[in-house]
């Protein structure tokens, strides 16, 4: 069964820190995808990772797939109260039939 | 700007009574699926749709039914509800019948209490 396990669960900082959450596995995956959802509303995907290695930038946010793609990690700079959310990884199944999701970590940021 | 359109946004329910979570997409896509969201679990998988006619039992299909008649509609029925059907649905859908590469577009969610 592949799962994807996410850490930390919760994390809360003060605005203007750096942090990094992760998302591993045991299983390889295809490519892996982060999502962000905000509180009563749907997740909406922020990056998708397809390489080993591969690093994408999405202004403070960094993404990295791991060499061996089962793990990716997402990095913000200079956190702002904005980015407060649930953050969620989530890759295919080996059947590419369905999306497997992390349970995600939930990110607070206060000013 | 519609994309994907869930209702209704929240229900309450008694256990026995049954019901149907609507889901339409207006962007042609192929696939759509349905998730359950419960505090500590994450997103689980109850039934997923390659295209009109054909579906397919995900993680938690039990108490579920679906069928896809159209492209554009993919409801979800509670046959008879419980209580540990209490949570948050998501209706989600991508263009495309592969692997899911792609990005999923999700609708705002079914909140569903079952007494």
């Known amino acids: 069964t592949q799962l994807l396990e996410q850490s930390p669960q919760f994390l809360s900082i003060q605005e203007g820190e750096n942090l990094t959450v992760y998302c591993n596995s045991s299983?390889?995956?295809?490519?892996l995808q982060w999502y962000r959802q905000e509180p009563g509303e749907g997740p909406v995907l922020l990056v998708t990772?397809?390489?080993?290695?591969e690093v994408k930038k999405l202004k403070r946010l960094t993404f990295q797939f791991g060499d061996a793609r089962k793990d990716s990690s997402l990095h913000i700079t200079a956190a702002q109260p904005g980015d407060t959310g649930l953050y969620l990884c989530a890759g295919p199944n080996q059947a590419g039939t369905a999306l497997i999701f992390g349970k995600g970590t939930t990110l607070s940021v206060s000013s | 700007n519609a994309g994907v359109t869930q209702t209704p946004k929240f229900q309450v329910l008694k256990t026995g009574q049954s019901m149907t979570l609507q889901c339409a997409q207006d962007m042609n896509h192929e696939y759509m699926s349905w998730y359950r969201q419960d505090p500590g679990m994450g997103l689980r998988l109850i039934h997923y749709?390659?295209?009109?006619?054909?579906?397919d039992q995900g993680e938690v299909p039990n108490g579920y039914n679906v069928s896809r008649s159209t492209t554009e509609d993919f409801p979800l029925r509670l046959l008879s509800a419980a209580p540990s059907q209490t949570s948050v649905y998501f209706c989600?859908?991508?263009?495309?019948?592969?692997?899911?590469?792609?990005?999923?577009?999700f609708g705002e969610g079914s909140r569903l209490t079952v007494l």
């Open positions: 299983s390889v995956f295809s490519s």
């Open positions: 990772v397809v390489t080993g290695g």
């Open positions: 749709s390659v295209g009109a006619g054909i579906t």
């Open positions: 989600a859908s991508t263009r495309g019948q592969g692997a899911l590469t792609g990005e999923l577009f």
